[in-house]
C-alpha cells in the first residue's frame, strides 16, 4: 500500500498561480507513472496532467495546455502541478494517483492503483 498525500492547494483570484505537490513516505515515486485528476462539484473526475515514470513523457488537456506543469523531483520523491493563470472553472478536489506503468502515461482513472486524499483548489473571479 502507498499512501499519497497532496498539499498546495488553497483560495486564489482568477488569474493566479498554485504549486500542488504530491509525496509519500511509503515508496521511491519513481517506479510508479502518476497523474493528476480533479473532481469539481457535480462533476465526474476527469485527468488534468499525467507523466510517465521517468518523467519524459508528459499529457495535458486542451484547456490545461500552457497553463499548467507537471514535473517530477526525485531528490524530494514528489510529483508537482504547477497552475498558471487560473480560472474559475479550475475549481475542483485536485488528486494525484500512482500507477505501475513502465512506459508512457495513463489517463483513465480506474487503472490507477493508488490515490491521495484530494486538496481543494478555489478560484473566485
Known amino acids: 500500500q502507498v499512501q499519497l498525500v497532496e498539499s498546495g492547494g488553497g483560495l486564489v483570484q482568477a488569474g493566479g498561480s498554485l504549486r500542488l505537490s504530491c509525496t509519500t513516505s511509503d515508496r521511491n515515486l519513481n517506479v510508479y507513472a502518476m497523474g493528476w485528476f480533479r473532481q469539481g462539484p457535480g462533476k465526474e473526475r476527469e485527468v488534468v496532467a499525467a507523466i510517465s515514470r521517468t518523467g519524459a513523457s508528459t499529457y495535458y488537456t486542451d484547456s490545461n495546455k500552457g497553463r499548467f506543469t507537471v514535473s517530477r523531483d526525485s531528490a524530494k520523491n514528489t510529483v508537482n502541478l504547477q497552475m498558471n493563470n487560473l480560472k474559475p472553472e479550475d475549481t475542483a478536489v485536485y488528486y494525484c494517483?500512482?500507477?505501475?506503468?513502465?512506459?508512457?502515461?495513463?489517463?483513465?482513472?480506474?487503472?490507477?492503483?493508488?490515490w491521495g486524499q484530494g486538496t481543494q483548489v478555489t478560484v473566485s473571479s
Open positions: 494517483a500512482a500507477v505501475s506503468r513502465w512506459t508512457g502515461y495513463e489517463l483513465e482513472p480506474n487503472k490507477y492503483h493508488f
